[in-house]
């Protein structure tokens, strides 16, 4: 059994997925905001998917993390890098929880697990695949100093936006400042 570790930000705790999740994810899941990473879905539906994302680590040795807001306690997300069968290539993946958008968690959590998978996993280059609709993920993918570079057709989700994030390398010789 693979230990999940945890990581910690200014703001957040990145941890293992837990069932005390379960209600805050199936709350997400049922809601319209889900429309863009398979929702919405019953409770049965959001069961599975919140299995999908801890067998993601036990298959692959990383995965995304429950996204914690450390003052609170609360489920802010679900964030971190992510390769499922069908995806192109490795992502790092962001869903807010209902009520947590608009105050940089996306950003903050991503930016910590993009150092997490280019630091600890070794990855030299990394995409997130964004809904074109989704402004909200796109201005986190800019954010992050990451590029458009084409368009994915997924076999459930149609069309989706390719963004490039910057290498290590590139973060090395001028950070993201440069690529913004």
């Given amino acids: ?3 999940i570790p ?12 837990e069932a005390r999740d379960f209600a805050s994810f199936t709350a997400f899941f049922a ?5 863009f ?4 879905m019953t409770a049965e539906q959001s069961w599975r998917a919140l299995a999908t994302e801890l067998g993601h680590w036990q298959l692959r040795g990383f995965g995304r993390w429950a996204v914690e807001e450390t003052e609170t306690g609360e489920l802010a997300g679900i964030i971190g890098p992510w390769f499922p069968h069908g995806w192109p290539e490795p992502e790092l993946g962001w869903d807010l929880m209902n009520g947590f958008e608009g105050k940089g968690y996306a950003t903050e959590a991503a930016l910590a697990s993009r150092e997490y998978a280019y630091d600890t996993l070794g990855w030299t280059t ?13 201005n986190v993918a800019k954010r992050m ?8 057709e997924h076999e459930r989700h149609g069309a989706l936006e390719i963004w490039r994030h910057p290498s290590p390398q590139d973060l090395a010789a001028g950070g993201m400042e440069a690529y913004a």
């Fill in 6 to 17: 945890t990581i910690s930000t200014p703001r957040l705790t990145l941890r293992p997925m």
């Fill in 145 to 152: 100093g990451a590029t458009h570079e084409g368009i994915y």
């Fill in 126 to 138: 990394a995409i997130s695949l964004v809904a074109p609709e989704n402004h909200g993920s796109r």
């Fill in 31 to 35: 809601s319209e905001r889900s429309k």
């Fill in 37 to 40: 990473v398979g929702g919405p």
């Fill in 1 to 3: 059994m693979i230990q």
